[in-house]
């Protein structure tokens, strides 16, 4: 087991232990703390430091040390709450460094590999030695740079912040073609976009998922009560199945400064940093489990936004019929093979039947005449 501190710099790796249940990552770190591997009560306050995790460690004992894990969705939950779901993506964007921690350590070809058994008993050291190369000689894991900080800034700020699109009327909207709503629509760039979804995971997501959402499948909706906030329907789920997939729905406010018509629909966003300036003004909701988080937001709302940056600069999105071209063209599908040899076997095996079938009646004609000489 791995522990880092939040800059990327390894504190302590330890192991092995065996991998069964008894030995999963809660009961390893319930061992660590119980024991004090590594000193980790003099490095460590109790009161004030948190450790992120996965879901592995959900069972952990929290008696000592705060355990932060992403949350997820209960027996009846459709999504997320706001809060939850915030908490959520700021492990995971947190937790980023020791994913990349652990990939680089894999480039140690004696770690990447079956170990032998006769390095059992010093795999150990050799561990916690390639942490210490790791810290000395490598490029830091995390860099903080001035984006880093007022990103961490934004986090802080956001993660209680509540979804003021969450609870919208479902009937009081009005369907709207793109052109009839772009003065609704700010100037959008590439780096407002991934500013919002602070990275570049869920910007790379956007065409694949806008690849599978044809044009004329993509609908806008215009609010009948509250200005600059639309209604987005036609994204649909990557992980449904073909058959009947998952849709969801995004909703997007810009320039919530503006008076709605009817009641107010706005968060006071009194942040000063600099990341805020360029997105302060754009609120989203989206219908999937973690889409009513204010830290970010879901791949699907990145993939809308996209959509109209896209459409509004006249850029053109891939369909998702170029690459099957592609891979058509460049991958030997064997199908239409194993079809021809179906329908061969298929035509053989009819064959054989009808001769059999052919010298079973002269076989009986024979043998009646036969037997009419017979008597």
Same mark, same amino acid.
């Given at each position: ?186 100037? /959008?760039?590439?780096?407002? %976009?991934?500013? !919002?979804?602070?990275?570049?995971? $869920? @910007?790379?997501?956007? +065409?694949?998922? *806008? &690849? ?99 459409? /509004?600069?006249?850029?053109? %999105?891939?369909? !998702?019929?170029?690459?099957?071209? $592609? @891979?058509?063209?460049? +991958?030997?599908? *064997? &199908? ?40």
């Amino acid at each position: 087991m791995g522990i880092q501190f939040a800059d990327g710099t390894w504190f302590d790796l330890i192991g092995p232990f065996y991998a069964d249940g008894d030995h999963n990552d809660a009961s390893i770190w319930n061992y660590i703390v119980e024991e004090d591997i590594g000193n980790i009560h003099d490095i460590f306050n109790e009161e004030t430091d948190e450790f992120l995790g996965d879901r592995g460690f959900r069972d952990v004992d929290d008696e000592r040390f705060t355990v932060l894990i992403p949350f997820s969705l209960n027996k009846g939950q459709i999504q997320l709450p706001t809060r939850s779901a915030n908490t959520t993506r700021k492990i995971a964007k947190l937790r980023n460094s020791i994913e990349r921690g652990f990939g680089r350590l894999k480039q140690w070809k004696i770690i990447n590999a079956v170990i032998d058994t006769n390095l059992i008993s010093k795999f150990g050291s050799l561990l916690r030695i390639l942490g210490a190369i790791d810290n000395k000689y490598f490029q830091p894991l995390s860099m903080a740079t001035n984006i880093d900080r007022q990103k961490i800034n934004y986090i802080k700020h956001r993660e209680a912040v509540p979804n003021i699109l969450e609870n919208l009327p479902k009937n009081q909207w009005i369907k709207k073609q793109l052109d009839e709503i772009t003065d609704l629509i700010p100037k /959008l760039t590439l780096d407002i %976009i991934r500013n !919002y979804a602070l990275g570049e995971y $869920a @910007l790379k997501l956007a +065409i694949p998922y *806008l &690849q599978h959402a044809s044009s004329l499948s993509i609908k806008t909706h215009k609010s009948k009560q509250y200005e600059g906030i639309l209604k987005i329907e036609g994204i649909t789920s990557r992980f449904s199945k073909c058959i009947s997939p998952k849709h969801h729905k995004v909703f997007i406010q810009f320039n919530n400064s503006n008076q709605p018509k009817q009641s107010t629909r706005t968060y006071d966003d009194n942040s000063n940093d600099g990341l805020s300036i360029n997105i302060k003004n754009i609120n989203s909701y989206c219908t999937c489990k973690s889409g009513a988080r204010t830290v970010g937001t879901c791949a699907h709302v990145i993939a809308v936004l996209y959509w109209l940056y896209a459409n /509004l600069n006249g850029i053109t %999105i891939p369909t !998702y019929n170029v690459k099957s071209t $592609a @891979l058509e063209q460049n +991958i030997t599908n *064997l &199908q239409p093979f194993n079809r021809r040899r179906r329908e061969q076997k298929l035509i053989n095996d009819e064959t054989t039947m009808s001769d059999i079938t052919d010298s079973d009646i002269i076989n009986n004609d024979i043998t009646d005449s036969e037997d009419e000489e017979y008597l």
